[in-house]
């Protein structure tokens, strides 16, 4: 099995010189390592042409596509080059050494990598259960692997989850080839949650493997940023999602109760700047209620 690690990186140099590393110990190498540098402005390039990881090649973009425009750049790269397994990672994560040989070890399509932080603990966010036919979680993420299981060595060796962080999934080719690939539209945030959603509706099981160790080398602290503009992509992407995957009327409708009790509450939270984001992002959102074309599966006659 030929294995293709896909790297999206932005400004992010020396985290991206720790990962690189990281890369370089594994105990199975990679096939190659596709790093796509998302337009940056520090020494990422520097850091790129000092490593000397075998396989290591670099696609510079012109301007910052995002997480989901670099990914959806880099899986189709991998894809048109032919390699038979695609590793998706962000660049503030390090694989343990024998991350991607537990990974090739279990069956399935898609398969995520389990994170911990740099002190042990487990910090694998990804969903066990995302409902969308329920109107009223709030939240669709109702349970994840860290809020299951106190630690690693209390999951089974693989659980079933229902979306995914472009940080440690590995996807088969068989996948790309029945749903495409990343839809570049979400820029930032729920572009792998968009992908997980639709593997499964092809009917691909996505499992966490328990001894494929990634450590993360950043905290969470997104959710602090509703007024400022990554919180437009957080709503934003959010109520496409919902738009697009909702099992039931009442759920389609749950981004625009969103978005008024946001407004109402504005003046106690964000002020102004949150409401104008969640306004703004519920309209938007309406315009992504279909998978952008570029996302689509490749034409047949591309197909092994």
């Known amino acids: 099995m ?13 985290l991206l010189a720790r990962m690189l590393e990281g890369l370089a110990a594994l105990d199975r190498a990679p096939d190659a390592v596709i790093v796509v ?3 940056s402005t520090d020494h990422t390039p520097d850091v790129l042409a000092a490593a000397t990881l075998p396989g290591l090649r670099t696609i510079r973009t012109a301007d910052n596509l995002g997480g989901a425009g670099g990914f959806h750049l880099g ?10 397994a695609m590793w998706l990672m962000d660049d503030d994560v390090v694989p343990a050494p024998d991350c991607l ?11 995520i990598s389990v994170r911990e932080d740099t002190a042990g603990a487990l910090v694998e966010k990804a969903a066990i ?62 572009d792998d949650v968009d992908y997980a959603i639709r593997a499964r509706r092809a009917g691909f ?9 990634l450590v993360r080398q950043l905290g969470f602290d997104q959710q602090h940023d509703l007024s400022g503009w990554k919180g437009y992509y957080m709503y934003r992407n959010l109520f496409a999602v919902h738009f697009r995957y909702a099992e039931n009327p009442l759920v389609r409708l749950k981004p625009w109760l969103i978005a008024l009790v946001v407004v109402l509450l504005s003046p106690l939270r964000g002020g102004r700047a949150e409401a104008r984001n969640v306004t703004r992002a519920v309209r938007d959102a309406r ?13 047949a006659v591309a197909r092994r």
């Open 2 to 14: 030929r294995v293709a690690v896909v790297v999206v990186t932005y400004n992010r140099a020396d």
């Open 37 to 39: 540098d998302n337009a």
């Open 75 to 84: 899986l189709r790269t991998a894809y048109d080059e032919g390699f038979d």
């Open 101 to 111: 040989s537990r990974l090739l070890e279990a069956d399935g399509s898609c398969l």
């Open 129 to 190: 259960r995302f409902d969308l036919r329920n109107p009223l979680a709030i939240r669709p993420k109702t349970a994840s692997v860290d809020s299951t299981y106190s630690s690693r060595a209390e999951m089974p060796a693989t659980v079933v989850v229902e979306n995914v962080a472009f940080e440690g999934f590995l996807v088969r080719r068989e996948v790309v080839e029945r749903i495409g690939f990343p839809d570049p539209s979400f820029f930032i945030f729920y």
């Open 205 to 213: 099981s996505i499992r966490a493997v328990r001894d494929a160790v």
């Open 287 to 299: 315009r992504m209620r279909w998978l952008d074309p570029a996302a689509a599966p490749p034409p």
